[in-house]
């Protein structure tokens, strides 16, 4: 079992950036692939970005340029460095973790953009 713990999501205003991080319960090194996903209103839960523990990125074409995904294995944290946002980056987002096939969410920090 692993619990993940988001924080850093807030109110501003287009074109601003925060800062999302999520911290593990035990050593992130543990895990396959992490990822942060997010969940609009009315819209199902999508990826956003994910690092696998080889440490190849995925980005969804959304967040392509703008997000950057990182992890701090003193910390057992990882981050999401999401700049110039725009009002539809307004959703939920989640931590995920993937450890051997079993897959473990936070409960999600809400990230609000105003145009």
């Known amino acids: 079992q692993v619990q993940l713990v988001e924080s850093g999501g807030g109110l501003v205003q287009a074109g601003e950036s925060l800062r999302l991080s999520c911290k593990a319960s035990?050593?992130?090194?543990?895990?396959?692939?992490v990822g942060w996903y997010r969940q609009a209103p009315g819209k199902q839960r999508e990826l956003v970005a994910s690092?696998?523990?080889?440490?190849?990125?995925n980005y969804a074409d959304s967040a392509t340029g703008r997000f950057t995904i990182s992890r701090d294995i003193a910390k057992d944290t990882v981050t999401l460095q999401m700049n110039s946002l725009k009002p539809e980056d307004t959703a939920v987002y989640y931590c995920?973790?993937?450890?051997?096939?079993?897959?473990?969410w936070g409960q999600g920090t809400q990230v609000t953009v105003s145009s």
């Open positions: 995920n973790a993937n450890i051997i096939g079993n897959n473990y």
């Open positions: 035990r050593s992130i090194l543990s895990f396959n692939v």
């Open positions: 690092r696998s523990s080889g440490g190849r990125t």
